[in-house]
């Protein structure tokens, strides 16, 4: 009795070690990952400013260490005091001079300004842009797809429309940094209580992410 129960207990053993390997790995995986791309950009920017940084300034000039972030330190020191000198008259009227520069020169100008107006989009703190997460048909009726409302539509394409019409970003699986813009009328759309990471994770993970076990956005 005791012989067949040995090869049970081994296969039970196996299957827990398994289990185990496959918890650990669900568990490292994501954090591995997250340093890593941390670390690389990190290094990137360090790779990128170091260089720029005078010797007088540089601390591993005479310390006989590296020191990682010194450069993302720079960055993040360096925009405080451009926003710093751009929030007085003197700064905001430097910006004017430059930006009356950067309008003499056609294509430069457009790229700039279209950059411009995106930033300010994304950073002013009322903003609303690609706070909801909607199914909208596509590419053809009976499809359904993620899309996040970037705005309401108040351009010409909306003066040529009969009905309300707004912009979406329809993301690609599994890389949402690229897509698709649209425009399609608001009746013609689903707005899910899900949030924009949750949409995004659901994108990213090409739906293996159910967003059901996830909380939900509060609707005011």
């Given at each position: 009795?005791?012989?067949?129960?040995?090869?049970?207990?081994?296969?039970?053993?196996?299957?827990?070690?398994?289990?185990?390997?496959?918890?650990?790995?669900?568990?490292?995986s994501?954090?591995?990952?997250?340093?890593?791309?941390?670390?690389?950009?990190?290094?990137?920017?360090?790779?990128?400013?170091?260089?720029?940084?005078?010797?007088?300034?540089?601390?591993?000039?005479y310390?006989p260490?590296?020191?990682?972030?010194?450069?993302l330190?720079?960055?993040?020191a360096?925009?405080?005091?451009?926003?710093?000198?751009?929030?007085n008259?003197?700064?905001?009227?430097?910006?004017?001079?430059?930006?009356?520069?950067?309008d003499?020169?056609?294509?430069?100008?457009?790229?700039?300004?279209?950059l411009?107006q995106?930033?300010?989009?994304?950073?002013?703190?009322?903003?609303?842009?690609?706070?909801d997460?909607?199914?909208?048909?596509?590419?053809?009726?009976?499809?359904?797809?993620?899309?996040f409302?970037?705005?309401?539509?108040?351009?010409?394409?909306?003066?040529?429309?009969?009905?309300?019409?707004?912009?979406?970003?329809?993301?690609?699986?599994p890389?949402?940094?690229?897509?698709?813009?649209?425009?399609?009328?608001?009746?013609?759309?689903?707005?899910?209580?899900?949030?924009?990471?949750?949409?995004?994770?659901?994108?990213?993970?090409?739906?293996?992410?159910?967003?059901?076990?996830?909380?939900?956005?509060?609707?005011?």
């Amino acid at each position: 009795m005791s012989d067949t129960n040995e090869p049970i207990r081994k296969l039970s053993l196996l299957h827990r070690i398994r289990n185990y390997f496959l918890t650990g790995l669900v568990v490292a995986s994501p954090i591995g990952i997250t340093i890593y791309i941390g670390w690389w950009f990190i290094t990137f920017v360090d790779d990128s400013i170091k260089p720029l940084i005078p010797n007088a300034y540089n601390p591993e000039t005479y310390l006989p260490f590296s020191i990682p972030g010194l450069g993302l330190i720079g960055v993040v020191a360096f925009l405080v005091i451009l926003g710093a000198l751009t929030a007085n008259l003197f700064g905001r009227a430097l910006i004017r001079l430059g930006e009356r520069l950067v309008d003499r020169m056609p294509i430069v100008r457009s790229v700039y300004g279209t950059l411009k107006q995106i930033f300010e989009t994304v950073i002013a703190s009322d903003s609303k842009s690609f706070s909801d997460v909607v199914l909208v048909q596509y590419p053809r009726k009976g499809i359904w797809a993620i899309a996040f409302v970037s705005a309401e539509n108040k351009s010409e394409i909306q003066d040529k429309m009969e009905d309300e019409v707004v912009n979406l970003f329809l993301p690609t699986t599994p890389n949402p940094t690229s897509g698709f813009l649209l425009f399609v009328p608001k009746k013609d759309l689903i707005y899910l209580d899900m949030t924009p990471d949750q949409g995004a994770k659901y994108v990213i993970s090409a739906g293996l992410v159910n967003p059901d076990e996830l909380p939900r956005k509060n609707v005011e």
